[in-house]
Structures are given as C-alpha cells and as structure tokens.
C-alpha cells in the first residue's frame, strides 16, 4: 500500500529548502570558519543572505499538525494553483528571499516539484525530521537498499609504488563550477538583496560603495564570459593537455528565473568556447553537473517521460559532446547523463551522474533506489576492466598481463554528500574495486580538498582518494581558478593515479586593479603545487591521510591547508572546532561518516549539506 503523500513539506520545507537552499547558494563548506561557537558554521553562509529560515522554531507537534492538514490539498490536481499560491506566500512572510525571488522560484519549481512530491512516500514525521529537526522524526526516509557485487573473489591488493624516475606522466586540466553569469555589469552593486548580485538588476554602486569588478567580484557573484574566454585562452598557451576533465556547473546561481532556453544556450556556448581554445586534438570528459537544469537539482530518473524528463538536456549534450565521445556513450547521455569511454589503453573514464545521488534532487522522493541503475552499471564497467586483467596479452609471447585496466571516476557532487544509501553503496563498490579505481575527481563545493576513502572493515587503512577541485566562479568571496592534475602515464605497470596537483588562480585584487584600472591581460598564476607545499612525494591515498594526520598535529600545515582551501582569499582562521570539524570531514567519504562530525561535538544539526 503506497503510503499517503506529506504535501507542504513540499510548500514551507522540502521545496524551499531545496530549492532556496540548495539553489543559490554556492558552498558546503563555511568560507570563513570561527571559534567561538560549538557548532559548524555552516548556518554563516544562510545568515549571508538574510533567508532567516524560521522552521527550527516551531514545535514537533505543530509542525505535523499543519502539514497533515494541508497534504490533502495535494490529493487533487486541482488544487495545485493553491498550493503553489502557498508556497509563494510563505517564502515571502518567512522572509526566505526577497519577495520577487519568492514568486519566480514558486512560479518555476511549483508544477515539478509538486507533481514529485504527490507521488512521493513521506510521512509527516519524515518530513519535520528534515524541517524541525532529528528529534520530530527521522531525516533519511529512503530505505536501505544494496547494489549486487559479482561473486568474483576480490583480487590480492598490491599497495601502489612510485614510480621510477622519468616515467612517463599525463598532464590532465581539470575544470569544474564555471557559473557564467550572463547578466554580470561592471560596477553594479555587490551585496545586494537578491541571492546573487553583480548583475543588471543588483542595482548600481554607489560612491561610497566599490562595485563590482572588470574581470570579476569577491562576493555572492559569478563570473562574466570575458573572464571563462579569458582563462581558456590562458589554457590554450599552457598545454599541451593530455586531456580534460569538465565537472559541470555552467549556468549562474540566479536559480528563480532560468529557463530551458538560457541552460542550453549557455551550454552550448561554453562547450564551443573550450573546443574552440583548446583544439580539436584535446579530448574533453564532461560530468553533468547540478546546475546544468532547470529547475536546478531536477534530474529525474528515466521513468519519468515525456516534458518532465530530461531527454531536453541530455540530448543536446550528446548532441554537443559527440565530437569528444564514442557513440556508445553518447547513448548512454541520453538516457541518464552518464557514461564512459576509453582515455589510453588500459585506462577508462566514468563519468557519473551525481544528481541521482542528490539529497536535492526532489524527484528521488519518488525512488531513490540505485535511479537510472547507475551503479549496477558502473559495477558491471568495473568488473569488465577488472576482468581484462586476467586475459592473456598476446602482444606478448605466451605472457599473461597482470595489469588491470583502470578506471578513473569523475563527477560533479562528491560521494560524501550524497544520499546515505547511495553513498554507502559507492563506498562498498569502492571498497571492492581498490585496485581497479585509481582516481576520483570532483567539484560542487567551489573549494580545494578532498574526501577519504578507507577499509570497510576498521576504516583505518587508505584506499582511494576522492579529489575536489576549487571552482572556476568566484562564488562566494573566491579567486577564480582551476586545476591542473599529473598522474602516472600509459606505460606497462604504471598506477594510473594522481602523483601531484597544482591550482592556479586569478588574483582579481591584482587584476582589477593595474595601477587603478583592470588589467587588459590578466595572469592565472601558480598558487601551489601539492608535493611542495605539504612535502609530499606522491598524493597516493597513504600519503594523503598522512598529510590530515600532520594536519592534526603541525597547526602551521593545516593554516596553509586553509589558505589554499579557498583559493587564497580568507580573512578568518580557522581553529579549535572549525579545525576539528573540517579534519572531521576530510576523513569522510561517506555520508553517514560524515553525519558523526556532527555528532561529536553534540551539534545534530551540523551535518554538511549540498548546498550549491
């Protein structure tokens, strides 16, 4: 028996936080971490924008007295003009946004969302869990659901070594979170009241105020298209790349009034831009990322047809990327924004849909089990690339390859944040295929760090690492800036794992003031590199978990390491529980890890959000 429908967790709760929360926002992290409270300071970035989200304040009991009530107006389609008038209302008397955004969001999310949520499966007390708090109900409502591993015993694992001197490296350039802002105006108003400023309608700066820059802004602003055309230039003259990984995130973070139209126009733009810089002789992957879709986080799984489904998007992504992929995964595109091809010989890609794994993909209300059989897919890819390293090489007399082929793995929302059960089952497929999967690359939080993945059973031994790149936008208060990745090469026994990585940035102080105007030529300067700046010999997953126990220990090496976790541009430090907090998080790429952070330091509420 379907279990009846929870409708205004919908209208106050689930819509507003996913798609005010989720939507504009730009961090998972705190740009700026303080000392003097016990709980993380994710609740800083919402205070930024004067949302004031006031469901915390509000009795369990109450809460699900007034949804129950008001879910039975979503019984009827008729009354969804209703709900939808609600929803408009509430954002605005709650002061979740400013009045227009209220109204533009409703008007955009209502008919979507809605029609998700009337086929959804939440109880009340599932939907207070998530407004209210823990002790209303319980936040995860998904049951626990597993992925089905082969029944092939999990070959000997063979910790990797460096490689020898001279070995060949690929060069990878890696790009994530370009957020091109269509609507950037030089000199407009950088804290406005809308989500994100800098734009036409923010308003102009005043005498007394500095507006926003040339080549782009610290502050809830994104990036105008000279400076991605300008970086890509740069690229250009920076090769030559083995190859790219892109992780998504194209369009702006004004969520309440995108269209079809203006996603895939962006897309289309920023695809041809990077062919046209870097050359037809650079393969690029792309990863769908969040934001690629509007609604933003709408993903729906493939079940859902006709104009609801995402057939708009992916096929002209496929449409877009065909000079870059194969065929097959041009089909695979199509039908849930995943695929993967071969980079050399014996190395292969995945690139993952993570939106099917998004706590704000409100269309997983419907069925978050494995959506579009992503990793029964990914397992079977895997074991395949596992298998051929059994198979005899005949280029080789009579010698058997005891190479596997290997796997890297990219994608825009990082495993950690992912829905609990989705995140455990990668984790277990992770686990699995140690020596097959030799690199996670992501993006989403705009910030540089990365996740750790250990043994499943006394989670003390290091086995993957997952990667996350800063972002191109300078959403919030960022440089601009990108990611350059060296891994072992495409020789006989090489890893095929990351030996190093540089980040290289714009200083926008710099660059939008050269004596007392913007700078016509912009430098993207080397901001670090890994092995020097923590004293490494390799970023294997041994010496990155070494580096967070220096980190635990050397104040000075975690001070750096939150320097360079934004980009350069930090006015606070970060000590005691911020400190504790983000080593905490550094540990954990799975999302119940993850959820301990809290937990230790009596904060329930702090669990770390996907909030881009």
Same mark, same amino acid.
């Given at each position: 028996?379907?279990?009846?429908?929870?409708?205004?967790?919908?209208?106050?709760?689930?819509?507003?936080?996913?798609?005010?929360?989720?939507?504009?926002?730009?961090?998972?992290?705190?740009?700026?971490?303080?000392?003097?409270?016990?709980?993380?300071?994710?609740?800083?970035?919402?205070?930024?924008?004067?949302?004031?989200?006031?469901?915390?304040?509000?009795?369990?009991?109450?809460?699900?007295?007034?949804?129950?009530?008001?879910?039975?107006?979503?019984?009827?389609?008729?009354?969804?003009?209703?709900?939808?008038?609600?929803?408009?209302?509430?954002?605005?008397?709650?002061?979740?946004?400013?009045?227009?955004?209220?109204?533009?969001?409703?008007?955009?999310?209502?008919?979507?969302?809605?029609?998700?949520? /009337?086929?959804?499966?939440?109880?009340?007390?599932?939907?207070?869990?998530?407004?209210?708090?823990?002790?209303?109900?319980?936040?995860?409502?998904?049951?626990?659901?597993?992925?089905?591993?082969?029944?092939?015993?999990?070959?000997?694992?063979?910790?990797?070594?460096?490689?020898?001197?001279?070995?060949?490296?690929?060069?990878?350039?890696?790009?994530?979170?370009?957020?091109?802002?269509?609507?950037?105006?030089?000199?407009?108003?950088?804290?406005?009241?809308?989500?994100?400023?800098?734009?036409?309608?923010?308003?102009?700066?005043?005498?007394?105020?500095?507006?926003?820059?040339?080549?782009?802004?610290?502050?809830?602003?994104?990036?105008?298209?000279?400076?991605?055309?300008?970086?890509?230039?740069?690229?250009?003259?920076?090769?030559?790349?083995? #190859?790219?990984?892109?992780?998504?995130?194209?369009?702006?973070?004004?969520?309440?009034? /995108?269209?079809?139209?203006?996603?895939?126009?962006?897309?289309?733009?920023?695809?041809?831009?990077?062919?046209?810089?870097?050359?037809?002789?650079?393969?690029?992957?792309?990863?769908?990322?969040?934001?690629?879709?509007?609604?933003?986080?709408?993903?729906?799984?493939?079940?859902?047809?006709?104009?609801?489904?995402?057939? #708009?998007?992916?096929?002209?992504?496929?449409?877009?990327?065909?000079?870059?992929?194969? $065929?097959?995964?041009?089909?695979?595109?199509?039908?849930?924004?995943?695929?993967?091809?071969?980079?050399?010989?014996?190395?292969?890609?995945?690139?993952?849909?993570?939106?099917?794994?998004?706590?704000?993909?409100?269309?997983?209300?419907?069925?978050?089990?494995?959506?579009?059989?992503?990793?029964?897919?990914?397992?079977?890819?895997?074991?395949?690339?596992?298998?051929?390293?059994?198979?005899?090489?005949?280029?080789?007399?009579?010698?058997?390859?005891?190479?596997?082929?290997?796997?890297?793995?990219?994608?825009?929302?990082?495993?950690?944040?992912?829905?609990?059960?989705?995140?455990?089952?990668?984790?277990?497929?992770?686990?699995?295929?140690?020596?097959?999967?030799?690199? /996670?690359?992501?993006?989403?939080?705009?910030?540089?760090?990365?996740?750790?993945?250990?043994?499943?059973?006394?989670?003390?031994?290091?086995?993957?690492?997952?990667?996350?790149?800063?972002?191109?936008?300078?959403?919030?208060?960022?440089?601009?800036?990108?990611?350059?990745?060296?891994?072992?090469?495409?020789?006989?026994?090489?890893?095929?794992?990351?030996?190093?990585?540089?980040?290289?940035?714009?200083?926008?102080?710099?660059?939008?003031?050269?004596?007392?105007?913007?700078?016509?030529?912009?430098?993207?300067?080397?901001?670090?590199?890994?092995?020097?700046?923590?004293?490494?010999?390799?970023?294997?997953?041994?010496?990155?978990?070494?580096?967070?126990?220096?980190?635990?220990?050397?104040?000075?090496?975690?001070?750096?390491?939150?320097?360079?976790?934004?980009?350069?541009?930090?006015?606070?430090?970060?000590?005691?529980?911020? $400190?504790?907090?983000?080593?905490?998080?550094?540990?954990?790429?799975?999302?119940?890890?993850?959820?301990?952070?809290?937990?230790?330091?009596?904060?329930?509420?702090?669990?770390?959000?996907?909030?881009?």
């Amino acid at each position: 028996m379907k279990r009846p429908v929870f409708g205004l967790s919908t209208v106050c709760g689930v819509f507003i936080v996913w798609t005010l929360f989720s939507g504009p926002l730009g961090s998972s992290y705190p740009l700026e971490g303080g000392t003097d409270s016990p709980k993380f300071r994710f609740v800083d970035e919402f205070d930024q924008f004067k949302f004031r989200f006031n469901w915390h304040n509000m009795s369990c009991a109450v809460c699900k007295a007034i949804f129950a009530t008001v879910d039975i107006a979503l019984l009827s389609d008729s009354n969804m003009e209703r709900v939808a008038h609600v929803l408009g209302e509430a954002c605005v008397r709650l002061h979740l946004a400013d009045p227009l955004v209220c109204r533009e969001i409703t008007e955009l999310f209502r008919n979507d969302v809605i029609r998700a949520l /009337q086929e959804s499966v939440l109880w009340p007390s599932e939907a207070c869990g998530l407004l209210v708090g823990p002790t209303c109900g319980h936040f995860d409502i998904y049951a626990p659901w597993n992925v089905s591993l082969p029944r092939v015993p999990k070959p000997p694992v063979k910790p990797p070594t460096p490689p020898k001197l001279g070995s060949p490296q690929n060069r990878i350039l890696f790009l994530t979170d370009i957020h091109w802002d269509a609507e950037y105006s030089e000199g407009s108003l950088i804290d406005c009241k809308l989500p994100l400023c800098c734009r036409n309608d923010s308003g102009r700066a005043s005498w007394k105020h500095t507006g926003a820059g040339y080549w782009g802004t610290y502050g809830k602003c994104d990036l105008p298209l000279r400076t991605i055309e300008n970086l890509l230039q740069n690229l250009a003259k920076s090769g030559p790349w083995d #190859w790219v990984y892109w992780t998504g995130d194209i369009p702006a973070h004004n969520v309440w009034s /995108q269209t079809r139209s203006q996603q895939l126009n962006e897309l289309i733009t920023i695809t041809r831009l990077i062919r046209k810089y870097l050359g037809p002789n650079v393969t690029v992957y792309p990863a769908v990322g969040n934001h690629e879709s509007t609604p933003v986080n709408s993903f729906p799984p493939p079940f859902v047809h006709g104009n609801r489904s995402s057939s #708009w998007l992916y096929d002209t992504m496929a449409e877009e990327w065909a000079p870059w992929l194969p $065929k097959d995964a041009l089909e695979t595109i199509r039908r849930g924004g995943f695929y993967t091809a071969e980079v050399q010989r014996g190395l292969r890609v995945v690139s993952l849909n993570m939106n099917f794994c998004a706590r704000e993909n409100y269309w997983l209300l419907v069925n978050s089990t494995d959506p579009a059989d992503q990793l029964q897919w990914l397992i079977h890819i895997l074991q395949e690339s596992e298998n051929k390293g059994e198979k005899p090489d005949l280029t080789k007399a009579l010698s058997v390859s005891t190479d596997l082929s290997q796997v890297h793995i990219i994608g825009h929302i990082p495993p950690g944040l992912c829905l609990s059960n989705w995140s455990w089952n990668y984790y277990h497929i992770v686990n699995r295929y140690e020596s097959t999967i030799t690199g /996670q690359f992501f993006g989403h939080t705009h910030v540089d760090e990365f996740q750790m993945f250990y043994d499943e059973d006394t989670l003390t031994r290091p086995l993957s690492v997952a990667f996350i790149a800063p972002s191109v936008t300078t959403y919030i208060n960022l440089n601009p800036g990108y990611r350059v990745y060296y891994v072992d090469g495409n020789y006989p026994g090489s890893s095929r794992m990351v030996l190093d990585h540089e980040t290289f940035i714009l200083n926008l102080t710099l660059a939008n003031n050269q004596p007392s105007k913007p700078d016509p030529n912009p430098s993207w300067t080397l901001l670090y590199r890994a092995s020097k700046a923590y004293g490494l010999s390799t970023l294997f997953p041994s010496d990155m978990d070494a580096l967070i126990k220096l980190m635990k220990n050397d104040d000075r090496v975690f001070q750096r390491f939150w320097y360079l976790f934004h980009k350069g541009h930090v006015s606070k430090p970060c000590a005691d529980t911020c $400190k504790t907090s983000l080593i905490c998080l550094l540990h954990s790429g799975r999302y119940d890890l993850i959820s301990q952070c809290g937990v230790l330091h009596g904060d329930k509420h702090s669990v770390r959000k996907t909030i881009c």
